[in-house]
């Protein structure tokens, strides 16, 4: 990956954001091995994630199931959930929010 202004770091990997507007943003993140993020909550928005590359375990409500490249999930506003990588290379996955409110702080972690 090329880094660039839009690219934030974080303890399981960085994310980059290639659109952003009033309605939608859509961002790459990519998840290191072994890593995971917050299990966390949204609520004013939703996102479509898309498995660009490797395998994700994804905690929806503490439901797990996995995908890998080529598929997708939704995940809908109020719902608890958790994206980890854990293979043994780096997950990739496009994200697409969608709703009224977008911004970092509409947040609500569990952990």
């Known amino acids: 990956m090329i880094e660039n202004d839009l690219d934030e770091i974080r303890p399981w990997g960085s994310y980059s954001l290639l659109e952003d507007n009033d309605s939608y943003k859509i961002k790459h993140v990519s998840v290191n091995p072994g890593e995971r993020l917050s299990l966390q909550m949204h609520y004013h928005r939703s996102e479509h994630w898309i498995i660009a590359h490797g395998t994700a375990e994804i905690e929806l409500d503490g439901h797990i199931i996995f995908l890998t490249k080529g598929e997708s999930t939704f995940v809908k506003s109020g719902v608890k959930h958790r994206l ?24 609500i972690r569990f952990e």
């Open 84 to 107: 980890g990588n854990p293979g043994k290379i780096v997950l990739d996955v496009i994200e697409v929010e969608i709703g009224e409110y977008l911004k970092e702080d509409d947040i």
